[in-house]
């Protein structure tokens, strides 16, 4: 099975710019969740989406927002980039089920000029 | 208090050695419990999952689980540079779907 693929893989943007990162899970795959990570802050829970339905959110401000699409694909989007937004954003697989085993994706390295 | 601590390290073994790393957790409802390697700008690799109290062995990597204590570990046995990395503990509690808390990653090195 090809693993969780992520595109684009580098992103450099400059601030109050928008940004849209994309996530194709692992085939059969029904929940997408997002993560970001930085070095003073290491690994956040963005959301998650199963079924085209958001069922959790993290602790993050609303320019941070995603979708799913029925083929389980998911989008995360970035409104009015910040340069603290700078981050490899991560995305994980799992079958949908609650509480198993998720698989990361390469992620995507923004940088916030 | 962190949801999910671990000692950021570095935690230095030499080749051969067993390496112990440690992760406590403070919701006692937790449910899930995973171990993920990562290398330097790449993306987390799962390593172990457990989910109830005890061990679990995976090749040369014990996990151990004590709820009670909410405590989870991992040993690496016969320690090898190539496992020279970042070790993330994530928990995953209830009712929380599939949101995972990850603590900061304890950093492992094996020197030969």
């Known amino acids: 099975k090809a693993g969780v693929t992520q595109t684009p893989r580098y992103l450099i943007k400059t601030r109050g710019q928008q940004v849209t990162l994309s996530c194709s899970p692992i085939?059969?795959?029904?929940?997408v969740s997002w993560y970001q990570q930085t070095p003073g802050q290491g690994l956040q829970f963005l959301f998650e989406?199963?079924?085209?339905?958001?069922?959790n959110k993290g602790n993050f401000p609303g320019r941070f927002s995603g979708r799913q699409f029925s083929n389980s694909r998911s989008e995360m989007n970035v409104s009015t980039l910040e340069l603290g937004d700078s981050a490899l954003y991560l995305c994980?697989?799992?079958?949908?089920?609650?509480?198993?085993?998720?698989?990361f994706g390469p992620g995507t390295r923004l940088l916030v000029l | 208090q962190k949801e999910v601590e671990q000692n950021s390290g570095p935690l230095s073994v030499p080749e051969g050695a067993i390496a112990s790393l440690n992760c406590t957790y403070s919701?006692?409802?937790?449910?899930?419990f995973f171990w993920y390697r990562q290398y330097s700008g790449k993306s987390p690799e799962l390593i172990m999952s457990?989910?109830?109290?005890g061990d679990k062995e995976d090749g040369r990597f014990t996990a151990q689980l004590n709820k009670a204590s909410q405590y989870v570990s991992l040993l690496i046995r016969d320690s090898q540079p190539s496992d020279s990395a970042t070790y993330l503990c994530?928990?995953?509690?209830?009712?929380?779907?599939?949101?995972?808390?990850f603590g900061t990653g304890t950093r492992l090195q094996v020197t030969l």
């Open positions: 919701d006692r409802g937790s449910q899930s």
């Open positions: 989406y199963f079924s085209e339905t958001q069922r």
């Open positions: 994980a697989s799992s079958p949908g089920t609650r509480q198993e085993t998720q698989y």
């Open positions: 457990i989910y109830s109290n």
């Open positions: 994530a928990v995953n509690g209830p009712g929380t779907a599939s949101k995972l808390t």
């Open positions: 085939s059969g795959h029904r929940s």
